[in-house]
Every structure is written in structure tokens, then in C-alpha cells.
Nanobody, 115 residues
Framework: QVQVVESGGGLVQPGGSLRLSCAAS????????MGWYRQAPGNQRELVAS???????VYANSVKRRFTISRDNAKNTVYLQVNSLKPEETAVYYC?????????WGKGTLVTVSS
């Protein structure tokens, strides 16, 4: 089994920044893609950004040039630097790790953007 744990969420003012972290651990053969998703109240979960083991990245159009995803393969950890946050980006941010034998999700970390 693989465990995925997010951290770094919290309350931030509009225009503020946070750094989210996500670590995968457990019975890992190899982690391929890792990604961040978010789900706001009443909305579907959406992809924010993803990164392959080789470092190729994909971003949602709405976060390009404001969010940066990075990864430490040796630690099976992925980071999301989020800048210039907007109130409408208040959501639970989930991390996902695609391991050789399955995809695993964390429980999420809440990001609240409010003054």
C-alpha cells in the first residue's frame, strides 16, 4: 500500500502565496506522475498541475505563470508553489501519485483565500 500525505495549506490573503508539499511513502515500486488537484465546494475536482518523473509539467490554464510544480524523485515528494492566490481558488488541494501498480490519493489540504 502507498500513503500520500499533503501539507502546507492554510489561510492566506488574496494575492498571497503558499507552498504545498506532498510525500508518498510505503510499498513503492516506482512513482510515475504526481499531481495536484483541487475541489472547491459544489465543484468537481480539477487538475491544477502535474509532473512526470522526468520533469515534464502540465498546468491548468488558470494557474499558468502563478503556480509552479516541482518534484524530488529521491524523496517521492512533490511541491506546489502557489502565488497571487485568488478568493475563488479556495479549495481542498489533493495530491495524487501514480505508482506502477495503482493511483493513490491523499486526504487533501485546505487552502482558504480570504481577507
Amino acid at each position: 500500500q502507498v500513503q500520500v500525505v499533503e501539507s502546507g495549506g492554510g489561510l492566506v490573503q488574496p494575492g498571497g502565496s503558499l507552498r504545498l508539499s506532498c510525500a508518498a511513502s510505503g510499498n513503492i515500486f516506482r512513482i510515475d506522475d504526481m499531481g495536484w488537484y483541487r475541489q472547491a465546494p459544489g465543484n468537481q475536482r480539477e487538475l491544477v498541475a502535474s509532473i512526470t518523473s522526468g520533469g515534464s509539467t502540465v498546468y491548468a490554464n488558470s494557474v499558468k505563470r502563478r503556480f509552479t510544480i516541482s518534484r524530488d524523485n529521491a524523496k517521492n515528494t512533490v511541491y506546489l508553489q502557489v502565488n497571487s492566490l485568488k478568493p475563488e481558488e479556495t479549495a481542498v488541494y489533493y495530491c495524487s501519485a501514480r505508482e506502477t501498480f495503482g493511483r493513490y490519493w491523499g486526504k487533501g489540504t485546505l487552502v482558504t483565500v480570504s481577507s
